[in-house]
Nanobody, 121 residues
Framework: QVQLAEPGGGLVQAGGSLRLSCAASGTTSSIHAIAWYHQAPGKHRALVAAISSVGRIKYVDSVEGRFTISRDNAKNTVYLQMNNLSPDDTGVYYC???????????????WGKGTLVTVSS
């Protein structure tokens, strides 16, 4: 079993920055990849970025160049640095444990409770 905790959300003005963290606990040796998902108000949850245990990274086009995902394996923590935020980035951000191929990320059924990010215009 893996547990995920996501502190770090909050309110920020458009153009600002925020860093989210996802701390994993439990059977962390089984974790291959961790991803961040974004659920905007009234919309489905969607992949934002993912990173594997060997450092392979995937971003969706809408955040490429603005968001940076990184991980500290010693702390079992994955970070999402979000820069140049826009109101479209508002929503709940969830971290997820999964698997990562060369092109795709495959979510497993381990989710954090989510953290709310609000970007004001």
């Amino acid at each position: 079993q893996v547990q995920l905790a996501e502190p770090g959300g909050g309110l920020v003005q458009a153009g600002g920055s925020l860093r989210l963290s996802c701390a994993a606990s439990g059977t962390t040796s089984s974790i291959h990849a961790i991803a961040w998902y974004h659920q905007a108000p009234g919309k489905h949850r969607a992949l934002v970025a993912a990173i594997s245990s060997v450092g392979r990274i995937k971003y969706v086009d809408s955040v490429e160049g603005r968001f940076t995902i990184s991980r500290d394996n010693a702390k079992n923590t994955v970070y999402l640095q979000m820069n140049n935020l826009s109101p479209d980035d508002t929503g709940v951000y969830y971290c997820n444990v999964g698997d990562m191929g060369t092109q795709s990320y495959y979510a497993q059924d381990y989710w954090g409770k989510g953290t709310l990010v609000t970007v004001s215009s």
